[in-house]
């Protein structure tokens, strides 16, 4: 006999962006649980978008949030769930009443800066975001929260008034089959004028609460770094209108001719362009993990990330990469030039990534499972 389940989503098959492929590696694992039945219900997304069997999935309302909190109170009726997830915690409100009606288990996902401190400051590199009482109070009253790295996990238990043992880490999780070592595309190499050219790249959205990136840390050390290892180009994948500001940044440095602003990358050419690159960069001062930061490792592209966050976790406190002071220019000029000097494999991913491959992610997923269904029991 199976256990229903109902997942509530923000978004995931046909999304885009980090959570959005959190969502679907995590909706993957749960549908090929023989022991749950799982109707999933996404606020946005597209329904059309290929979802595993053994999974309800459907979009009921596109981003109307009066019908989707309707469609959740007849699925609590009809399906009555033993464990709910909240796949964000602004689903709280949502997901909390629907278990209560069934007496079912709470689990809560979590990603970064939304369960970070509220009082952070810029002036120290993090985050201040307005915050929704309810949504913190609930989620102290979840059986399972699940948080992408140890540093969002920290960060969440200094505030919030919740056992550390209902407190987990699941990280990110990286799909080896798409994301491989591969040579440089001779075609897209051409196309960029990259013949002959150390590349630098940053794939991430180009939106002004995103740009805690670091990309505007990157763009004034590329004359210096120039002068050092020979001619090289910055890729910057992503849209978005932090676009505008970030070349002003580039003109100003007297880096606009390195810069080359590719804009949205469809995520099936992204491996191209992590083949393509010599080193992945991004000196974030807010990841809740980074899950880019997996795509270019898979690839075999070396990759210089900030030490202020949760990138420390998807390098594997350094083993699998550079991590740097992000506010420490000359610390990341360094680490860019050693880096480009060092050199790149083509043929084989870096060492260490295999930890975050999607099958040791299944595994976490159904330990959770068991856990919840103990605590029903």
């Not at 210096?224 to 500001?245: F, M, N, Q, T």
């Not at 990330?305 to 610390?331: I, T, W």
Request: glycine share 8%; charged share 25%.
């Amino acid at each position: 006999m199976t256990t229903p389940m109902t997942a509530l989503m923000m978004d995931a098959y046909g999304g885009t962006g980090g959570i959005a492929q959190f969502n679907r590696h995590l909706l993957d694992a749960l549908a090929t649980d023989e022991r749950l039945d799982v109707t999933a219900l996404g606020l946005t997304g597209d329904v059309h978008a290929l979802a595993p069997s053994g999974l309800r999935w459907s979009i009921p309302a596109s981003g109307d949030k009066l019908r989707y909190s309707a469609t959740v109170a007849k699925v609590g009726v009809t399906r009555r769930p033993r464990i709910v997830l909240s796949g964000h915690t602004r689903l709280a409100p949502l997901a909390h009443p629907l278990a209560a009606l069934t007496r079912a288990a709470v689990w809560t996902t979590t990603h970064g800066i939304e369960v970070w401190r509220p009082d952070a400051s810029l002036a120290t590199g993090e985050l201040s975001r307005a915050r929704r009482p309810l949504d913190d109070a609930l989620l102290g009253r979840s059986q399972l929260v699940t948080t992408v790295s140890r540093y969002t996990r920290s960060r969440l238990l200094a505030w919030c008034r919740i056992a550390p043992e209902n407190v987990a880490v699941l990280p990110n999780a990286i799909d080896r089959t798409r994301y491989q070592p591969g040579p440089r595309s001779a075609e897209l190499e051409a196309k960029l004028g990259l013949a002959g050219t150390k590349v630098l790249l940053t794939v991430a959205r180009l939106n002004p609460d995103d740009n805690y990136k670091g990309h505007d840390r990157v763009l004034p050390l590329l004359p210096e770094l120039e002068r050092r290892v020979g001619k090289v180009r910055y890729l910057i994948a992503g849209s978005g209108p932090d676009r505008a500001r970030l070349e002003r940044c580039a003109e100003q440095a007297g880096a606009a001719e390195q810069v080359v602003f590719l804009g949205h990358v469809p995520d099936e050419e992204l491996p191209a362009f992590y083949q393509l690159a010599d080193v992945f960069v991004m000196p974030s001062t807010g990841e809740g993990f980074g899950i880019v930061y997996l795509e270019a490792l898979a690839c075999g592209c070396p990759v210089v990330a900030g030490n202020r966050d949760g990138s420390v976790d998807a390098l594997a406190d350094g083993e699998l990469g550079k991590l740097v002071d992000p506010f420490d220019s000359a610390a990341l000029l360094e680490a860019l030039a050693a880096t480009l000097r060092e050199g790149r494999s083509h043929e084989e991913p870096i060492r260490g990534v295999e930890r975050f491959d999607v099958a040791e992610f299944h595994k976490k997923v159904r330990g959770f499972i068991r856990r919840l269904l103990v605590a029903r029991d």
